[in-house]
């Protein structure tokens, strides 16, 4: 079936750590790439987002993702974590419409 | 800007009763918004998409006559949860997404809907 893959449920890291979020999506074709952020207690936020051009993509709070369309990846980055950064991160696909379709989410929790 | 609120922000209802949840663009006209439900611990599972003006279309699954859509204006769409059961308690987010388009969503704070 057609679905976005986050196959971290939870990661835990000491601050500036190194962080990687995997994502890998099953559709087909031209797609357009999104990560959120949903810190606690707060809506979604848009952290970055991937429709052309450079693969590499770069977005708020220090975060990059890069886009291999050999892997049907969107993997999320971040050097050095901060404690701010303990969130729940989605990966969302938009597969030709424009409907969101969302990964299952990755809680991330940062210790000082 | 792009911001998108909700209303109210939780609600408690008894069972058999209907609930309607308001979600407005504050600083732009929507010509698309969009009924999420989240589960704990989940992801969010689109609902239905909703254009300005016209019916809104449901996601394979959802009870079109449960869960009533109504986006009258440009920058209002209300979600209806009829004959509300207790397996209906959940929490709704709606986004909008304007017409600068490029499949952006702004997303609302979410709705907190328990049934008794």
């Known amino acids: 079936a057609q679905s976005v893959s986050q196959h971290n449920h939870h990661v835990i890291l000491s601050e500036a750590a190194s962080l990687e979020l995997g994502c890998n999506y099953s559709?087909?074709?031209?797609?357009?790439l999104f990560w959120y952020v949903q810190y606690p207690g707060q809506h979604l936020q848009l952290l970055l987002k991937?429709?052309?051009?450079?693969?590499l993509v770069k977005g708020i709070k220090g975060f990059e993702a890069e886009f291999i369309k050999s892997k049907f990846s969107f993997n999320l980055r971040k050097p050095s974590v901060q404690w701010s950064d303990t969130a729940e991160y989605f990966c969302a696909v938009t597969p030709n419409t424009d409907k969101l379709i969302f990964g299952t989410g990755t809680r991330l929790q940062v210790f000082p | 800007g792009a911001v998108v609120s909700q209303h109210p922000s939780w609600v408690i209802c008894k069972s058999g009763t209907s609930v309607k949840i308001e979600c407005r663009s504050l600083?732009?006209?929507?010509?698309?918004m969009f009924w999420y439900r989240q589960f704990p611990k989940q992801s969010l599972m689109l609902m239905a998409t909703s254009n300005e003006g016209s019916k809104a279309t449901y996601e394979q699954g959802v009870e079109k006559d449960k869960f009533l859509i109504n986006h009258a204006s440009l920058t209002l769409s209300t979600l209806t949860v009829t004959s509300a059961h207790p397996e209906d308690s959940s929490f709704y987010i709606c986004s909008a997404r304007g017409d600068g388009g490029a499949y952006e969503q702004y997303f609302g704070p979410g709705t907190r809907l328990t049934v008794t």
């Open positions: 559709y087909g074709g031209t797609v357009n």
């Open positions: 600083d732009f006209q929507a010509t698309t």
């Open positions: 991937y429709f052309s051009g450079d693969p």
